[in-house]
């Protein structure tokens, strides 16, 4: 979804924005500003803090376009990731900025266009969009989708763990996304929460394919180790090749670890992390729901073949019994959500349903010899549905009957 921004100055057209640029200071805050008393004018043409000097307004050699560079919002192995915002139509991207001299042998380059090759062509929901690339002198520029709320990294390390209705929110998504990026035969190979990018609508994006890779056939895999460690499956650890099994094991260590906010196979070297995870050896708290446990574990198999197909994950017990919401508030990037809904909107619902199907007596019975809130609040839930697709063919119920 394409997150739109408004920079709070007034301009008539691009040229004189870009005049005016040159004489203000983009601050990285999407707001320009005159330097304050007593502080020394930053050049608008140059960014000192780096190794690498990455101008403030950016020309596009190849369309014209002018950028204004914003804040850091993360590094890489061979970029860094800004917030850029096109001077003409003030929509902003996240910009990931390559020095020519970081990819100067040929394999590194390589790397890089093959990244640029497997992105270009996506186009999904829950997959980050590729927008553009281009480059001049100094760097190569690759403009993706914007997400406001940064990653799913950032939202645990608030957080320190997710609710259930939560982790099946986020699973589905990426999940869908997941799915089709096996379609399109692409493994992404670096599945974890820092590649799971949330939107201003509390959206999950799949992003970062520095290290995806077309499907091959078993015999023609490659059996080069990458990924994360904590997150790297047996079978890649062997050097066995890395299959569409190998992403379904990294979504199973992130479920994991939104559940229980650490990975399942975290040790404090490396060496028995490797161990570990050959060995498929880890710990399920007994305060897991066992439709948690059982999932995880399943995704978690030693033997690749024996994991859950992404379909068979959509059908498990964890995500078709439980609740999940259909948004997420933003405070949930820093706050546990409150799911149960109020009493005086719980018992509308009881006799809003009522008065649609019938059954008044029945149906409040059902609901009230429900003991367990999460049971109660899944039934309400499913009302709710059962309310929007019927309030367009039936009448509406009358003042006295819902009230």
Known sequence: MEILRTITYQQNNGSKMCEQALGRVCDGSRRWKLPADGEQPVQPHTCTGSTAEVSRIITDPGTGKRYCRGKVLGKG?????YEMTDLTT????????????????????????????LHRTLNHRHVVQFYHYFEDKENIYILLEYCSRRSMAH????????????????????????????EQEILHRDLKLGNFFINESMELKVGDFGLAARLEPMEQRRRTICGTPNYLSPE??????????????????????????????????????????????????????????????????????????LDEIMQHDFITQGFTPERLPSSCCHTAPDFHLSSPAKSFFKKAAAALFGGKKEKAKYLDNHNKLAKEDEEIYKLRQDLKKTSISQQHPRADEVS
């Open 236 to 309: 890649v650890l062997n050097k066995q090749g890395h299959g569409c099994e190998s992403d379904v094991w990294a979504l199973g260590c992130v479920m994991y670890t939104m559940l229980l906010g650490r990975p399942p196979f975290e040790t404090t070297n490396l060496k028995e992390t490797y161990r570990c995870i050959r060995e498929a050896r880890y710990t399920l708290p007994s305060s897991l729901m066992s439709s948690a446990k059982h999932l995880i574990a399943s995704m978690l198999s030693r033997n690749p073949e024996d994991r859950p197909s």
């Open 77 to 81: 192995g061979f970029a860094k990731c």
């Open 90 to 117: 003030n929509k902003i991207y996240a910009a990931k900025i390559i020095p020519h001299s970081r990819v100067s042998k040929p394999h590194q380059r390589e790397k890089i266009d093959k990244e640029i090759e």
């Open 155 to 182: 939202i645990l390390k608030t957080r320190k763990v997710l609710t259930d209705p939560e982790v099946r929110y986020y699973l589905k998504q990426i999940v869908s996304g997941l799915k089709y990026l096996h």
